[in-house]
């Protein structure tokens, strides 16, 4: 596993355990750098208007077009230590 892997994976475990939940804002980004770090770019049909929740997912995702894995991975990453720095 390369260290960029591993600190995505530590990343990961890391959010979970904060004190206070991020926003909902923050959450949809690190949605969006995860599904783009492990998946790529979006695909499929935006969700109808009616699944307002999935919808927000399928934008934030979409707004991140063309970043690579690695790049995500390393947003993901300096979010999730930058939400550690401000966690109280």
């Not at 949809?28 to 998946?39: I, M, N, T, V």
């Not at 935006?46 to 927000?56: C, D, H, M, W």
Request: cysteine-free; hydrophobic content about 40%; charged content about 30%.
């Amino acid at each position: 596993m390369s260290d960029l892997a591993s600190l995505f994976q530590t990343a990961q475990d890391e959010v979970v355990k904060l004190n206070d939940a991020p926003d909902v804002q923050t959450k949809l980004k690190l949605y969006a750098l995860f599904k783009q770090a492990s998946e790529g770019d979006v695909s499929g049909d935006r969700p109808g208007a009616l699944n307002f929740v999935a919808q927000a997912k399928y934008d934030a995702w979409a707004k991140l077009k063309g970043v690579s894995n690695d790049g995500a991975k390393q947003q993901y990453i300096d979010l999730v230590e930058e939400l550690k720095r401000n966690d109280s």
